[in-house]
């Protein structure tokens, strides 16, 4: 096998090639479908931008848990618990604002690393356990916050850094999940942690072998998602003026989903950032595409489910073509 | 420390391992000397790999001692055994398949610089340099572990050892599902690890495989040593019938 045609396949192989090239697929595709181009209008590029990075950021946990070989499906009650916390801190009980943030990104570390503790301690199935602690911060929020949300009404704790647009287009919630992704994807890639997760993912019985503490690697993917969706309910709770219980309902659907687009395989050991980050991306294309086409909004789950199937079929399809 | 073939390196006294009901090893002793191969040997069951797992931290003793160059040492974990130069070859070679060859020679012990971000080419450097001295021809040290023959994965997991300047290597079961050309290769690196003053630990049930390299073979059945026999003691055919008869 000579170097080049290595190299080359290690191109391809680099998942996040092919997931670009859906995106720009799909750019094509509703190019040339919907009415007007109405789909390349500002504001409906605005709403993907938005939406993809409100739980794309959640999708990061995810692509780094996925990977150690775990998941987390309570991302979403989570998110409703922190943002009911965060408005609570600020609002009602006046603290000040970088206190109420860093005092809910702690307890979204917390309940990501209670995820954890149960399931490495114990050895339960992680999808068992946050399936429990689903309903768990679910209905904790519900019963704390009375089914009533907690509106913000005009205060803007962070000013710019959260709310604003730069350019007077680009969302900054979209900035933060740009830069998260960046961030995340050296640490992946070429940091030490990064190297143990995969390892720890890859090949927990090796990686345990080999000195490697794959409990403590696991846990702190834990703790990494529930902060990151602590992080990423601030972001939207204070673009849209209030903390409620309707926030966050199926985000561990949709950031896993954006995880398994993006190439992550849920067998451990790998996966890109880069790949969840375009993969959030797709699926606010999808959604929007299928809006602005005046589909109903219900198909959008029927694609979801389907592309998720499709693209985990071409991956090992590539994956067993590279190694022939 | 001193090379001296004719002095024990390894003490194993009286070792004692259960699972609760099942004792798998039950009052073993073994010696290995500096530089000398020794055939742990057995049939299944025998506790030969629960032996190992106590040498490589994975398992602690229940009962016994363990000595190194007639140093009492008590192995708390795979990093301790490490870093006591115990290396330790499993039977699935210890490597993840979707990292690349640089990546497994260093795992769990990788080169960091500022903040503990990856020296990546001194990893790659010095992977490859290592498997070159070893006669191993792969390509790149860029490529998926998962990608090469057994008799190089078994290749780059004894380049893993070389490289941590290991003074005992154990290897539990090395040949198993290698080609012929496979296990002429590890019959090979571990006649060059005794060349190097290394020594090892072949754990097989496999004689065919073992016979050509060991200095001495150490018999185990239902967790007990049952005969230590050098190799100018005994042919192939005994060897078999030891086993057997117990």
């Known amino acids: ?324 | 420390m001193s090379r001296d073939g004719a002095k024990p390196f390894l003490e194993m006294k009286n070792i004692h391992k259960s699972f609760g009901k099942i004792v798998a090893v039950d009052g073993v002793n073994i010696t290995a000397c500096y530089g000398e191969v020794v055939g742990l040997i057995g049939d299944n069951g025998a506790g030969k790999s629960t032996l190992i797992k106590i040498l490589a931290g994975i398992e602690k003793a229940d009962k016994g001692e363990i000595y190194l160059a007639g140093k009492k040492v008590k192995i708390h974990s795979p990093r301790h055994a490490q870093m006591l130069g115990i290396e330790t070859l499993f039977q699935d070679q210890a490597l993840v398949n979707c990292m690349d060859v640089a990546r497994n020679v260093f795992m769990g012990r990788e080169p960091t610089g500022l903040l503990r971000f990856l020296k990546l080419k001194e990893m790659k450097e010095e992977s490859a340099v290592i498997l070159k001295s070893m006669g191993l021809s792969i390509g790149s040290v860029d490529m998926d572990v998962g990608l090469l023959s057994g008799g190089e994965r078994q290749g780059v997991a004894i380049a893993r050892a070389l490289h941590f300047q290991a003074s005992l290597l154990t290897m539990d079961e090395p040949t198993i599902a290698l080609s012929v050309a496979g296990v002429q290769r590890v019959v090979e690196y571990v006649k060059e690890l005794r060349g190097r003053g290394i020594t090892v630990i072949f754990v097989t049930h496999n004689l065919y495989h073992v016979f050509p390299v060991a200095d001495k073979f150490i018999i185990m059945k239902r967790g007990r040593v049952v005969r230590e026999i050098k190799k100018e003691d005994v042919s192939l055919d005994q060897l078999a019938d030891l086993i057997v008869s117990g």
């Open chain 1, 1 to 324: 096998m000579n170097l080049s045609c290595l190299r080359l396949r290690k191109v391809i192989r680099y998942r996040a090639f092919g997931i670009f090239a859906v995106l720009v697929g799909l750019l094509l595709v509703f190019y040339f479908v919907t009415p007007e181009k109405r789909f390349f209008d500002p504001r409906a590029i605005r709403t993907i931008l938005t939406r993809a990075s409100e739980y794309g950021i959640i999708a990061i946990g995810i692509t780094f848990l996925m990977i150690s070989r775990e998941l987390d499906i309570s991302v979403g009650s989570v998110f409703t618990l922190c943002s009911l916390l965060f408005a609570f801190l600020y609002l009602k009980l006046g603290w000040d604002p970088i206190f109420a943030l860093l005092c809910t990104l702690a307890v979204g570390a917390m309940m990501g690393s209670l995820n954890g503790l149960v399931s490495l301690k114990f050895g339960i199935p992680s999808i068992i356990t946050t399936l429990g602690t689903m309903y768990l911060w679910r209905g904790a929020a519900l019963v704390a916050g009375r089914g009533q949300p907690i509106y913000y009404r005009g205060a803007n704790p962070f000013g710019f850094i959260f709310t604003a647009r730069l350019g007077g287009f680009l969302p900054m919630g979209f900035v933060w999940f740009i830069v998260l992704t960046i961030f995340f994807e050296i640490i992946l890639h070429y940091h030490r942690f990064g190297n143990r997760v995969r390892a720890s993912g890859g090949n927990t019985k090796a990686a345990r072998e080999m000195g490697i503490n794959t409990d403590r690697t696991k846990l702190i993917c834990f703790a990494l998602v529930g902060l990151l969706v602590a992080f990423a309910s601030i972001i939207e709770s204070t673009r849209i003026g209030e903390g409620s219980g309707r926030l966050g309902i199926g985000y561990e659907f949709y950031a896993i989903a954006a995880t398994v687009i993006g190439g992550t395989s849920l067998f451990g050991g790998i996966g890109t950032v880069i790949g969840t980050f375009l993969g959030a991306i797709i699926l606010e294309m999808i959604r929007t595409g299928l809006a602005v086409m005046g589909v109903s909004g219900w198909w959008f789950n029927v694609f979801i489910g389907t592309i998720i199937i499709v693209v985990m079929v071409l991956n090992v399809f590539i994956m067993k073509r590279v190694r022939r």
